[in-house]
């Protein structure tokens, strides 16, 4: 039992723990700005649009029964919050698209400096006492080749 709380302390005190943590709850707020603006400010206008429909409001009514005994309420299907899920879900995925497209752009970037950092640039001209003593080896090959 013992290793298994030090495990489970080893993970949770872990930087991709604390990270996916931190993401979560950025997330759940992210959550709730992007149903903001679905509800409050992109929605109504669609909804005037198209004759004042409020996209929540719509379902399918299903009729009440009586059993004889027992009677079953009407139930609905709420077809317009589904829409409604399905346009948050279209919105939060593009918005998380987005970032994940700029932060790979400055990641690349970013790899690209290191890289042009890592590789020399031209090599630097010989110096003229590097020519000289060239000149001299060569001198001394022609020398030794006769």
Known sequence: MGKFINEFKEFAVKG???????????????????????????????????????????????????????????????YGAFIQTLIDFTIIAFCVFMLVKGINHLAKKKKKEEKKEETPATPPA??????????IRDLLKQQNNK
Do not use: Y
Request: hydrophobic share 50%; aromatic share 4%.
């Open 126 to 135: 010989p110096t003229a006492e590097e020519k000289l003593l060239t000149e």
């Open 16 to 78: 991709n723990a604390v990270d996916m943590a931190v993401g979560v709850i950025i997330g759940g707020a992210f959550g709730k700005i992007v149903t903001s603006i679905v509800n409050d400010i992109i929605m109504p206008p669609i909804g005037w649009l198209i004759g004042g429909v409020n996209f929540s409001d719509l379902k399918v009514e299903l009729p009440a029964v009586d059993l004889g005994v027992e009677k079953m309420e009407a139930a609905t299907i709420n």
